[in-house]
Every structure is written in C-alpha cells, then in structure tokens.
C-alpha cells in the first residue's frame, strides 16, 4: 500500500488546485450531501426496505476504499448482491450480467440509488460530490501493476460522480477511467462539477440505456465530450510503453 501512497505524488502531472476552489468545492459538498439525505429521505427509507424485504439480509454494504493520498476509510452503498457475493473473500469487479446482483440491486444500480449513502461519506469529508470514484486498494495494487500513472487519481478526494460515471460506462476499462479522471483534474472548478452533478441528477431521474455494446447512449454533446476524452494528447500521454 505504500507504494501507492508513493505513486500518488511521483507522478510527472501534478493537479493543481487553488485554495479558494477547495473552500467552495468543501462548502458546497456540505450543503448539497446534508440538503440530499433530508430531501431523499423517502427514497432511501424506500430502497433500505426493499433491500431488506428481498432476502431479509443487510441493508448497508460497506468495503475499504482509497481517497486523496491513499488514505483509506470505508464507503457505504445499499446491497445490490447477494450475502454470500465475496464469501471466498476475493475482491472481484461486477461484470455484465453478473448473477450476483439481485433483482432489486439491478434497479438500483441502474439509477444509482446504490450510492446514495455515499453522502453521509461526503458529509464526513472522505469524498467530495465530483471526484474519480475510489477504488478498492487490492484492485488499484492490480491496475497500477500495469498502468502506474493510475495513482495519479489519488490526487484529490473520491467523488460520488465524475467523468468516467457521466461519459464512461461502468464497464469501462482503467486507461479509459483514468483518461477520464485526467481530463477532470485538469478543468476542474465549480461550473464543471455543478455540469457533472446535472448530468448525475438525470441518470438518476432516468436511468441508463444500454446500446448494443454495452455503453451509455449520449446525446451529441455527451459525444463531444467523449471526443475531448479521447483528445490525441491525452491517448498519447497514457498509451503503453
């Protein structure tokens, strides 16, 4: 672990945010988590008892996750998987179609409401409301085995939402995320987390459609921006060696 710690600030592009941006981005984190848990109440007490009423298991699913500098804390989301999903205690990624999820955690998961007790995390200042999605410390170990300059998302704090959940998929792959997370780090500031927390409140409101490869269908604006992503700059800085 601590090589990752290590990687976050040997990496050749460093993220540079101003300390007013940090106050306003903290501001508006407190504001808009404590303003959705209580306006999102009925959907929550909602989700936790169709949870529950399922398979009478747990409500909450909680898993370590790493933040800005490779801090760790623990993340909660509502099920979506069976009890016995990891019962052979190895970390695996959901995969299409996976057989662990449950009927209810594929609606969830597919309006997100899964996240939604990220924002008690948010509250307490372990994620910010725009950010790269954290990720677990036994899969990142993974990807940086052969992608090192994923560390670089360490930068800044987890978000609930960012790039690679608006204009990726969820099965995209970790050069793609971190292509994504790079291209937020480099325009970040309030008027680009309050378009991705717009874009966040629609898929909730509407879910996602899948298109025949499996990715989101976007609209010719969600394209544009994926065209940004994939900017001959930015392929050429992560590409393999």
Known sequence: MEETRKAVYDQPHQCRLNR???FMKRTADIVISLTGLVVLSPLLAATAVAVKLYDRG???YSQVRLTQGGKRFRIYKFRSMRMD???DGVARLAEKNDERITPVG???RDHHIDELPQLFNILKGEMSMVGPRPERPEIMETYM???PEFGQRLQVKAGLTGYAQIYGTYYSTPREKL??????LEKASLTEDLKLLAATAKILLFGETADGSGGKN???ADSRVWENVQHDRIRAKYKST
């Open 58 to 60: 747990n409500i909450l």
């Open 85 to 87: 999903s990891e019962k």
């Open 145 to 147: 085995k052969e992608l």
């Open 218 to 220: 976007t609209s010719d």
């Open 179 to 184: 292509q994504m997370d790079m291209i937020y």
């Open 20 to 22: 007013r941006y940090i």
């Open 106 to 108: 594929k609606v969830i």
